[in-house]
């Protein structure tokens, strides 16, 4: 998910630096190796070119498909060079100039090379009808861009290219592209879920017709990235890495389903790999795809790790992203990487105090861009203050996601004002909680959770920092109340399901409820939880001492 921009002549050079340290520290095989053919899956896009320039037409569109933004533009460009009037590949230019769907909308830089990209193929114009059809589809979009709202052009954008698939039916590029937009337009708080299961029913017969394209289990993946649906997506995550080892993103693609249904493990393995495949881009002069990849994998590894407790483990990734210093992209994933990665440490190891003094870093990134990032590091340092009673910096923090709030209106990024809503809620009631204000407290919390949970996580994240009904499970037992609170762990473990917290606190709740049955049952799935574990986590020896004591 990015939006790329250059806006620092220095090279990503902490990154490079650190490179060789996570490549030994996830790749038990450091030996050098002769680089694997590429796979990339299987595309047959027919275009009106020579055969030469059709060859690499399918494998840009194979890159495409894979959200391999960089390479698929070069390959379009390539091309030209091939065939020069062959008007499709400047709309595959365009179309993966804006980046990546569910990360709209693009930078102005980026909406302008993509307006100018397809405004260049309908000058040139296609051999074909149905080419045409594309290109005009796609400047349904980009009309305006300036001026006209984002959320209009782009249901306009799903229209079209519905249309474009009502005119040619036996075309399943069509198809497949018209499923993407419908996912891209779905609202997070449609909670029929309309768009994605219009999209899945495109989908899903032709991942049965066409196993080895790339884009049909890429699409399902997105179409069922939700907590109600998540479970509908496993097939096609367990064979989309398969697809397209060559690429970064696939192989971190099926984390989005992993993370849902907390299948840790794999998780974990496939964000190892994904890193392992974005290592060669480091080396690269310009790092956009490089910084979005392995950064993108390094924030779902942590996560992942944490909820195993592989804290060393974890700490390290932590440890050499917190060593990174200068970018050389605007980018909203890395932005969110650095954000949320030191917010997960402190917050998953209930260390408030290490919460509440969260500083912002690389520090001369530019945040004031990408204000829905700050306030997940502001959200979790406030959140730490209140939780030892620093009250008055915890009051700082909310006057300060309230800023990034407006920032976010400012921008029409409603999904991320939304979000900041219970964030801003939720340090609230911790405040109060700590002022001895407990039903004022419970009920913003209350408050928080059902904010939360009327909408849904964004594509970008493995899942958010804290479940805000994780927290008023925890308020509760705090308290005296462990009935209610098991309850609230237990509704919170049904839609986030084997968090460490989670599972940890619904022992502890069911433990002090009296209900010795559910304590022990809670006690043992920690302990296969983090059956690969690393660290000897306060929580673990109290599993232990229960069990052995019964």
């Not at 499709?88 to 569910?102: E, L, Q, T, V, Y």
């Not at 029409?412 to 039903?439: C, H, L, M, P």
């Not at 919170?492 to 433990?511: I, Q, T």
Request: with cysteine.
């Amino acid at each position: 998910m990015r939006n790329d921009k250059p806006v620092f002549v220095l090279v990503f050079s902490a990154f490079l630096g650190i490179a060789p340290a996570l490549a030994q520290a996830h790749d038990d095989d450091a030996a050098p190796k002769a680089a694997p053919p590429e796979q990339l899956g299987q595309v047959d896009f027919r275009v009106t070119c020579n055969a030469a320039a059709q060859k690499e037409f399918n494998r840009g569109m194979a890159l495409a498909h894979s959200f391999w933004f960089e390479p698929a533009k070069k390959s379009f460009g390539k091309v030209l060079e091939l065939d020069a009037p062959c008007a499709m590949a400047h709309w595959g230019i365009a179309f993966m100039s804006m980046g990546n769907p569910f990360a709209w909308p693009a930078n102005p830089a980026a909406m302008k090379a993509a307006a100018a990209a397809n405004a260049q193929a309908q000058r040139v114009g296609a051999r074909s009808q149905r080419e045409n059809d594309y290109i005009a589809a796609l400047a349904v979009f980009l009309k305006d861009w300036e001026t006209v709202d984002f959320r209009n052009r782009v249901v306009a954008f799903e229209q079209a290219m519905g249309g474009v698939a009502d005119r040619s039916p036996d075309d399943i590029e069509a198809q497949i592209l018209h499923a993407l937009i419908l996912d891209a337009a779905a609202l997070p708080t449609d909670k029929t879920y309309a768009n994605q299961l219009k999209a899945a029913a495109i989908l899903e017969p032709l991942l049965v017709k066409y196993p080895a394209h790339p884009g049909v289990p890429h699409y399902l993946i997105h179409t069922y990235d939700y907590a109600d649906l998540a479970p509908k997506g496993l097939p096609a995550a367990r064979i989309y890495a398969r697809i397209a080892p060559s690429v970064p993103h696939a192989v971190h693609m099926p984390s989005h389903i992993f993370s849902r249904l907390g299948l840790w493990g794999e998780m974990v393995e496939g964000n190892q790999a994904s890193y392992r495949t974005a290592k060669a881009e480091l080396g690269e002069q310009t790092l956009g795809i490089g910084a979005y990849d392995a950064l993108h994998a390094m924030d779902y590894m942590v996560f992942g790790q944490l909820q195993q407790a592989q804290d060393k483990a974890a700490q390290q990734v932590a440890d050499e992203v917190a060593a990174i210093r200068k970018v050389n992209v605007e980018n909203f994933v890395a932005a969110y990487a650095f954000a949320s990665i030191p917010s997960r440490i402190a917050l998953e190891h209930n260390d408030w105090t290490q919460a509440a003094a969260l500083k912002l870093s690389p520090p001369d990134m530019a945040w004031s861009k990408f204000p829905q990032a700050e306030a997940i590091l502001v959200f979790a340092r406030g959140l730490g203050a209140a939780r030892i009673g620093e009250v008055g910096k915890a009051r700082d923090d909310v006057e300060k996601l309230q800023s990034l709030q407006g920032a976010m209106l400012a921008a029409k990024s409603n999904y991320w004002a939304g979000q900041a809503d219970f964030q801003i809620r939720t340090v609230n009631a911790w405040i109060a909680f700590s002022e001895k204000r407990t039903g004022e407290a419970l009920q913003l919390m209350r408050a928080a959770a059902e904010l939360e949970e009327a909408s849904d996580k964004h594509p970008v994240t493995p899942g958010n920092i804290v479940p805000s009904r994780e927290l008023l499970a925890e308020m509760l037992m705090l308290a005296g109340q462990p009935a209610q609170a098991l309850e609230e762990y237990e509704n919170s473990l049904k839609r986030d399901p084997n968090r460490f917290r989670g599972v940890f606190g619904a022992a502890k709740a069911a433990e002090a409820a009296g209900n010795g049955a559910m304590a022990r049952d809670y006690y043992r799935r920690l302990e296969v939880l983090t059956a690969g574990r690393d660290s000897d986590r306060r929580e673990l020896r109290e599993a232990r001492e229960y069990l052995a004591a019964q």
